[in-house]
């Protein structure tokens, strides 16, 4: 287990806060009505495995104009920037209409549209997913290399190209500091009266990725390790027993009414809902990494094997992995996963990284074996702990 020194720490909150409130530009998503007929997408491009399958990009952008649709989900437009995201493609490829589906939305979500809409034009094109359900999930998805494929590091995908890492944060905690005075300094902390039923997390860890991590960083803080996720399991049944787990499913809504007061987040998602939203967000929500041993996880792209909108879906990874997205991940404060890439290039935004600060080298991300251990774990222990 690798540690990130209480300094790094700092400098990466304090830099994300300010890139945060300066950097981001939230727009709403697409409305979530029916795409548009997905059924005249031709056989070749559900079957490229690279944009050269089709012609090159040229080839590419005509079949997907042609298709004039694609379908992504759970993607809130304050999550690692996607409303600016899904903006500019539609912006850059006017053509196409995106529908963004479930925004709230869990990886299991996902999947379960994704096997329920099979054969409708309403299914996911796209999915940006965590581990532990990609894993068990992997013939869901089709082969696709963009065209910088060489600009993903080799352990940040798979060699096929079924998936490959877009981004990552660390796990924090959010706190409305107009009801926790003092910001807590360990997970233990959140054991205490003060928090008594204050503390949400981001849904189901047996569904959700983000809900997982927050298991996996109550584990990392209480003895607990990549390996050995049970005493976060241990923790959350403690947190229910005082009073203090509130199972509302957080949003920016319930972090303003005060509904939610304390959540356990990706840190570009806590800085997100803060000062950084405007008028729409919440003045006195604040952000802190705990000290210590700190806990990551990249996302995964990946294409949905029967795909409505295959050229769509094939094109929206291309666009994801451009410089100028890659730079609006980092601007949320989500490292993305061609950053080594950019920075070698000169493609990052050097601003944007300065106050940022360099991506942590050193923190607890769980593998792909971890993670299916983790999951079989919390399929059998989580309930029993919170109910």
């Not at 806060?17 to 727009?27: D, E, N, S, W, Y």
């Not at 005249?40 to 495995?49: E, G, K, M, R, Y």
């Not at 013939?139 to 963009?146: G, R, S």
Request: proline share 5%; glycine share 8%; charged share 15%.
């Amino acid at each position: 287990m690798q540690t990130l020194p209480k300094k790094s720490v700092r400098r990466l909150v304090a830099g994300l806060a300010f890139t945060a409130a300066v950097g981001i530009a939230l727009t709403g998503c697409s409305s979530s009505s029916t795409a548009g007929s997905g059924s005249s997408a031709n056989s070749n491009a559900a079957t490229a495995t690279s944009a050269k399958d089709l012609g090159g990009m040229d080839g590419l952008v005509k079949a997907a104009n042609a298709e004039g649709a694609l379908n992504v989900i759970t993607l809130p437009p304050s999550w690692a920037n996607y409303g600016k995201i899904i903006a500019g493609f539609e912006k850059k490829y006017p053509k196409i209409k995106i529908t963004s589906a479930n925004p709230n939305g869990s990886s299991a979500d996902e999947v379960a549209a994704a096997k329920s809409l099979k054969g409708q034009s309403t299914a996911p094109d796209v999915f940006d997913i965590g581990t532990a359900v990609l894993n068990d999930n992997l013939d869901l998805m089709a082969k696709y290399k963009v065209s910088n494929w060489s600009d993903i590091p080799a352990d940040f995908k798979d060699a096929d190209g079924a998936w490959y890492y877009d981004y990552t944060g660390l796990m924090s905690i959010g706190y409305d500091s107009s009801v926790i005075k003092t910001a807590p300094t360990s997970v233990k902390d959140l054991l205490g009266s003060d928090y008594k039923n204050k503390v949400s997390i981001k849904g189901d860890p047996t569904q959700a990725n983000e809900a997982a991590s927050a298991v996996y960083l109550a584990a990392l803080g209480n003895g607990g390790s990549a390996d050995d996720i049970q005493p976060g399991i241990d923790f959350f049944k403690d947190l229910k027993s005082k009073g203090n787990f509130n199972s509302t499913l957080p949003t920016q809504a319930t972090v303003n009414s005060g509904e939610t007061p304390v959540v356990i987040q990706w840190s570009y998602n806590n800085l997100a809902w803060g000062p950084a939203a405007g008028s729409a967000g919440n003045p006195n929500w604040k952000t802190v990494v705990l000290p210590g041993t700190a806990l990551g996880s990249y996302y995964n792209q990946a294409i949905n094997k029967d795909a409505p909108h295959p050229a769509a879906a094939r094109l929206w990874e291309e666009y994801l992995y451009t410089p100028a997205v890659q730079n609006l991940y980092l601007a949320s404060g989500a490292y993305p996963a061609t950053l080594a890439a950019m920075e070698k290039a000169g493609t990052v935004e050097k601003d944007t990284l300065k106050t940022v600060g360099e991506a942590p080298s050193d923190f607890v991300q769980l593998t792909s074996d971890q993670a299916t251990k983790a999951a079989t774990l919390l399929t059998a222990g989580w309930a029993k702990a919170v109910n």
